[in-house]
């Protein structure tokens, strides 16, 4: 495959992958035995087996008695790399390789083994630091590609990614599983009128790699973001050990809150106020929802979640960890996002 240069895309892009030893891993039967009775519409590699999503995603679209809506798309290959430094992701990989070896899938020892089985990609690796990196190369083969979430450790990156699927016109989408809930679904679809505000919550879990929303306080950022719709200007933020409550402020005077915790109990839902009425956004409907939009983004190339929503989403939140730096003062996306604009390389 032709070398690309990622510094046309990030400064700081890396060149360096871990490369797997040759035979240290058994071959895998071949996946198509078991799904004879599904139409195959495409092939699909996963990379990074640090999550527990590969695995799960691998079992609902290798079912042999799949719905027609998460069916043709088998997973066949896999790749397992991955985070190189975060320790509970890092650990993850020799057990989630032997399982997703049991489902049939072909462990292969780089990206560029994985594109020539594939037809689609998943990227699962959970570090987002490492998805340009791991991308760009897809994109580069033509492969359409879903990136799990964060779909980076950093805005520029995220600008950066999306600048390279236009480039070689290959299309990408990037969401959290939370979108696709169901009660999230209904109230996008106007159950309830026009939304009026809306509040949302879910854990909120820290890593000290990525920006602090990112890693886990992503999934009820994005429910709130998706119920609310695009247009949000500025947010603040209190924080403490235990909780994060981000304020939105929109451009059409609504406004909306993310509640992110890290102490007592724990879930992922809220509340939606519309003209007509008050709706739960909530609870969480699992992996399968999302699984429809990937089967159908790889079967039609075209994306569910816009560039511009998916931005917008992280430069909430990263707009939301300069407030935390400014003592909770207000902090517009545009700030943001100009910053963003001048580190990446367009």
Request: hydrophobic share 40%; charged share 20%; glycine share 10%.
């Amino acid at each position: 495959m032709k070398s690309l240069n990622r510094r046309n895309f990030i400064k700081s892009a890396s060149l360096s992958g871990a490369a797997l030893s040759s035979g240290s891993f058994r071959a895998a039967p071949s996946i198509f035995t078991s799904l004879t009775n599904q139409a195959i519409a495409g092939k699909v590699g996963i990379i990074g087996l640090d999550t527990s999503h590969s695995v799960a995603f691998t079992k609902v679209l290798n079912d042999a008695n799949a719905e027609a809506d998460v069916a043709g798309c088998p997973v066949v290959a896999a790749y397992p790399h991955g985070s190189k430094d975060i320790e509970s992701s890092v650990e993850r990989i020799p057990g989630y390789t032997e399982e997703i070896q049991e489902l049939g899938v072909k462990i292969v020892d780089s990206i560029d083994a994985l594109l020539d089985e594939v037809d689609f990609v998943l990227l699962e690796t959970n570090d987002g630091r490492r998805h340009l990196e791991q991308a760009l190369p897809v994109f580069e083969a033509g492969k359409p590609v879903f990136i799990d979430k964060p779909i980076s450790a950093s805005l520029p990156d995220a600008i950066a990614l999306f600048n390279a699927s236009e480039k070689y016109g290959v299309p990408m989408f990037s969401s959290s599983s939370l979108r696709y809930t169901g009660s999230v679904q209904d109230v996008v679809k106007g159950s309830i009128g026009n939304v009026l505000g809306a509040d949302a919550y879910s854990p909120a879990y820290l890593e000290s790699t990525h920006p602090d929303l990112y890693w886990y306080g992503i999934h009820g950022v994005e429910t709130l973001c998706t119920v609310m719709g695009t247009g949000c200007q500025s947010v603040s933020r209190q924080h403490n050990d235990n909780v994060d409550v981000v304020t939105g402020n929109w451009n059409d005077g609504r406004i909306g809150t993310f509640r992110g915790m890290r102490s007592g109990e724990l879930g992922y839902g809220g509340t939606a106020f519309g003209e007509t009425g008050i709706a739960p956004i909530g609870p969480y409907d699992g992996y399968r929802p999302l699984l429809v939009e990937i089967v159908n983004f790889f079967k039609t190339g075209q994306p569910p979640v816009s560039a511009e929503e998916t931005l917008e989403i992280f430069a909430f939140m990263t707009a939301a960890d300069v407030s935390k730096q400014r003592d909770g003062q207000s902090v517009t996306l545009e700030e943001v996002m100009t910053e963003a604009k001048e580190k990446a390389e367009l």
